[in-house]
């Protein structure tokens, strides 16, 4: 998404939380907090639940519905770590008075070659790491919001806007129920996370931190029908424009990317080929009995993109349900060199969401090109490539839309499931076909 010009990329964030409490049982601190992360000048709120005591201790962040849950925790020595290993990412803070105070450790993605405007999703390995000012307080719920007042904004808008990716416009989605909003930015590479708020004064304001995307977006309604949109913190985008769907069209602005075009391949007849170390350091390829006469989804990605991590909850899933029919599921995974090395943030993701299909390590971010030449316009992350029993290239789609983006995952969910039940139904070709393959005449 983001080109909303930040210079910190969402994607690019990764939180591991450590509270030092200076006294007080763990216990003291269960419970629903209202915390801030304050970033580019931006206090952004979010929800930090914190339940259990000693080892059993967890924290748990959101996105939207979706929560983000510890990696580990302990209450030790005075000291509560609450850590999300598949993000890298940490918090420390005292406690005084029963609130929280400290600082977040954010380690982020900068620009470099092939970084979007936004910093999101790009072939950059370029990170810093800092720390972001974190505050905690007791959830005390709002009193009630008259709903006299408030404007419905639901349903899907469109953002003109001209990205290093060649986008004309985002989506922007929003939920509403009365005061209360859920609302994304979706664009080819996927969205930036559910964000939440409500109806406040003469906007609305929604905002979350799932521990790799601090964000808060203010959506004001205009006299003319449009919305103003503002972005802060690591979506920090400037100011926008919102249109419904029609009338961007009665004015002849553009539409959005289609996901499913987007990227392409250089030649519908040529084998899919690859050939990586998976995180053991064995050698697979196409070639491999693995994926020989299997329906492959080929996922390129990378686990400190944050649509990533959305897309892999959802290719489990399918993984469980297409398995036994015939279905294999290989992540073609770029990941920065110190990464390359330790594999600790990919072992704590792989654990985490519990991924039982096949990680290859392929490489750094700016070698995709290299790595994956049978793509065209490959320059979102994730992609997904549908590969037939044949090992041709079927169907691509750019991007994830992951359920904060509403009914773009909804068709998102019909598109996979469709080119995947219709692939399965093919039978794999005899070995005594020939096909052609990369480096073939």
């Known amino acids: ?36 992360v304050v970033q580019n000048g931006v206090t952004i709120p979010f929800r930090l639940d914190i339940s259990g005591s000693g080892s059993n201790l967890v924290g748990i962040l959101y996105n939207g519905e979706d929560k983000e849950t510890t990696t580990s925790a302990s209450w030790k020595d005075g000291k509560l770590e609450l850590n999300f290993d598949h993000y890298l990412t940490y918090v420390t803070a005292a406690q005084k ?22 910093g999101n999703n790009g072939n950059a390995a370029a990170r810093t790491r800092g720390n972001s000012p974190f505050h905690a307080k007791r959830y005390v719920a709002p009193p009630a919001k008259s709903l006299a007042s408030v404007p419905s904004i639901d349903g899907v808008w469109e953002i003109p806007h ?68 503002v972005s802060g913190g690591s979506n920090r985008d400037g100011e926008l424009i919102a249109y419904r769907p029609e009338v961007a069209r009665a004015k002849g602005l553009p539409e959005p990317s289609n996901y499913q075009t987007h990227t392409t391949v250089r030649d519908p007849n040529e084998v899919f080929a690859y050939r990586f170390p998976d995180t053991h350091g064995k050698i697979l390829s196409n070639e491999d009995p693995k994926f020989k006469g299997k329906v492959v989804l080929a996922i390129v990605t990378g686990t400190w993109c944050p649509n990533c991590h959305d897309e892999a909850q959802y290719l489990v899933q399918l993984y469980a349900k297409y398995h036994d029919q015939g279905l294999e599921i290989v992540a073609l995974d770029f990941e920065e060199p110190d990464q390359q090395k330790s594999l600790q943030r990919v072992n704590a993701f792989i654990k985490q969401y519990k991924v039982p299909y096949t990680y290859l390590i392929a490489g750094e971010p700016s070698e995709m090109w ?19 029993r044949d090992g041709k ?36 070709p005899s070995a005594a076909s020939t096909t052609k393959s990369v480096g073939e005449e």
């Open 1 to 36: 998404m983001r080109s909303m010009k930040n210079v910190v990329g969402p994607a690019a964030i990764a939180l591991g939380l450590s509270v030092i409490a200076a006294a007080g049982p763990a216990e003291d601190l269960d419970g629903r907090w209202a915390a801030t």
């Open 97 to 118: 008075d029963g609130e929280l105070d400290g600082s977040i450790g954010i380690t982020v993605r900068v620009r470099g070659v092939g970084l979007d405007e936004g």
């Open 162 to 229: 001209e990205s290093p990716k060649g986008e004309h416009a985002w989506r922007l989605i929003v939920q509403q129920r009365g005061a209360d909003i859920t609302t994304s930015i979706l664009r080819v590479d996927g969205d930036t996370g559910a964000l939440t708020g409500s109806w406040q004064g003469d906007k609305f304001i929604a905002s979350h931190f799932d521990g790799a995307r601090p964000g808060l977006f203010e959506i004001t309604p205009l006299p003319d029908g449009t919305l103003k949109v």
């Open 370 to 388: 290299d790595k994956v030449p049978q793509a065209v316009n490959l320059n979102t992350w994730p992609a997904t490539l549908f590969i037939g």
């Open 393 to 428: 290239v079927k169907a691509t789609h750019a991007g994830f839309a992951a359920p904060g983006s509403g009914v773009f995952n909804t068709q998102l969910k019909e598109e996979f499931t469709s080119n995947i039940e219709r692939l399965l139904k093919e039978k794999a």
